[in-house]
């Protein structure tokens, strides 16, 4: 009599919902207990978009930004306290009569994009500039953020 009492409470318990959720804390729990594995769950993680490079140029900071199938007026580039904010939509082409589609991989739809920059970064200065689906903005940067190479002396050795 108590195994079946037993069973009946845990019928009754049974959320799978809830149980989903337990299960994706533990896996939280197990990826965060081992040093390394934080760093390789960022490659489960599906990748930003749209994707962007940032680096120095004769002086200036450049962001590139990848977004193919687009024109510059779906763009809108905002130079905020955090960074940079790349936004838009990609809009879905409506000349597939037929959807029997074996794979779908492109999207569609609102996005945004925040893009830190570094405290030496001119923002009020930036420019943007659109060309085969890359969108390229460069920020001045200011001269005394600007690297200035030091000397490393040493005592005359004996």
Do not use: H
């Not at 993680?45 to 962001?63: K, S």
Request: glycine share 4%; no cysteine; proline share 8%.
């Amino acid at each position: 009599m108590a195994e079946n009492e037993e069973r009946r409470i845990t019928e009754r318990s049974f959320r799978p919902l809830r149980s989903l959720g337990d299960l994706w804390e533990e896996m939280d729990r197990l990826w965060e207990s081992f040093p390394a594995l934080p760093r390789f769950r960022r490659l489960l993680e599906p990748p930003a978009w749209p994707a962007v490079d940032v680096f120095e140029r004769n002086g200036t900071l450049v962001v590139k930004a990848d977004v193919p199938g687009m024109t510059a007026q779906d763009l809108e580039v905002t130079a905020t306290a955090d960074g940079v904010r790349i936004s838009g939509e990609r809009r879905e082409e409506k000349e597939v009569k037929e959807k029997d589609y074996y794979r779908s991989e492109r999207s569609y739809g609102r996005f945004v994009r925040q893009v830190p920059l570094p405290a030496s970064a001119d923002t009020e200065r930036a420019e943007a500039s659109f060309k085969d689906g890359v969108l390229e903005i460069v920020f001045p940067l200011k001269e005394e953020a600007k690297q200035k190479k030091i000397e490393v002396k040493a005592p005359p050795q004996a």
